[in-house]
């Protein structure tokens, strides 16, 4: 059995009646009809201590993305960061761990009371007891209007899971992201195309296409995301954004005088010390990465490559473009000409 990712296929072009990529419409709905989330730009921050705080969170949705704070904090410190946001008239998404005696529930029942309705469970493995528990005890504090993203997993097994405990969206990706070395160091994981590939086609088939799926991890380019989203309703984006002004954390200066920020993963060593975390079970790593100016300029690359790459297979949004798309594998030569 053959597990591709994204550096394994292209997209195959096709006749298009596109006149303009100016029309092609991009955007996605990742809520519900009840409780919809419009996305222009299908693309999320990562919820990670190193991407998104509040400044963050603003900037994405005042360019069509959305922005999910981080969990490493305290109660107060995250309710600070969501008033931010809700006070320049934008909504983000919260994330929430799964210790309720380390105080999720009442993390949970705070940012509810501040105004939060879009929630993240957010751990390492999501096809698990603990995910199972944390994700039941939201469902039956019956709030009707919360909009619960559950992740991660990589299976469909796992995403039937997350569904059947009450999950509104499912979060994909077991170590695919750039600071993560979950696989290297485990053994443990599935190419990120593929893990879409089966979760997408198994809840269509089980009748649950109304679930959305996020894919998080993986993406070096934007033609990558836009390969993730012939199975996706969004892409959440971490080192692709870090290094960005919006970004947590100073700029420094290097000993050849380039300008840098720092990213780590939420597994790393250095991650795990700064919240008091023990340091043992490390997956992750930090890193220096070039300091590259406002976030708006990725996003407009990435606008910009969605609206060429639905175009070339004349596909006018992203309903169509999911239709449309087909992948072909390339070899290692396919590979190099490709530049991937």
């Keep these: 059995m053959k597990a591709y990712t994204f550096s394994d296929v292209l997209i195959i072009p096709k006749y298009s009646d ?43 949705r005042k360019n069509g993305g959305l922005g999910i704070l981080h969990r490493f904090n305290t109660i107060n410190e995250a309710i600070k960061d969501f008033t931010i946001v809700k006070d320049a008239g934008f909504s983000c998404g919260v994330s929430l761990g799964v210790n309720a005696i380390s105080g999720d529930h009442d993390r949970f029942d705070e940012l509810y009371k ?3 309705r879009i929630f993240c ?8 007891r603990l995910v199972k528990e944390m994700t039941k005890w939201i469902k039956n504090q019956n709030y009707s209007d919360v909009y619960l993203i559950v992740g991660n997993i990589a299976t469909f097994d796992g995403a039937y899971d997350l569904v059947d405990w ?13 600071v993560c070395e979950t696989r290297y160091r485990t053994g443990v994981g599935v190419p990120q195309l593929y893990a879409l590939q089966q979760i997408k086609e ?55 005088g380039q300008y840098y920020k720092v990213y780590a993963g939420s597994s790393s060593g250095e991650h795990k010390s700064s919240n008091g975390a023990p340091t043992d079970f490390i997956e992750g790593i930090a890193k ?14 990435i606008l910009d490559g969605m609206r060429s790459s639905f175009s070339y297979v004349g596909a006018l949004s992203l309903k169509e473009f999911q239709e449309k798309c087909e992948f072909i594998e390339i070899t290692s030569g396919g590979k190099v000409e490709s530049k991937i």
């Design 114 to 116: 501040a105004g939060a």
């Design 166 to 178: 009450g999950a509104n969206c499912v979060k994909v990706g077991i170590g695919p992201g750039s």
């Design 18 to 60: 596109v006149e303009s990529r100016r029309d092609v419409d991009i955007s996605s709905n990742l809520g519900t009809s009840k409780n919809p989330i419009e996305l222009l730009t299908p693309v999320i921050s990562a919820n990670m201590k190193s991407i998104t705080e509040s400044d963050m969170a603003v900037e994405m």
């Design 202 to 256: 198994g809840l269509t088939k089980q009748g649950k296409s109304d679930i959305k799926i996020i894919s998080d991890g993986g993406i070096t380019c934007v033609g990558d995301i836009c390969k993730a989203m012939k199975y996706s309703d969004s892409v959440m984006v971490g080192s692709f954004i870090s290094g960005t002004t919006e970004t947590p954390g100073k700029v420094f200066k290097d000993e050849n």
């Design 288 to 301: 220096k990465v070039p300091f590259r100016g406002h976030v708006k300029y990725i996003i407009q690359e």
């Design 121 to 128: 469970i957010d751990v390492a493995h999501g096809n698990s």
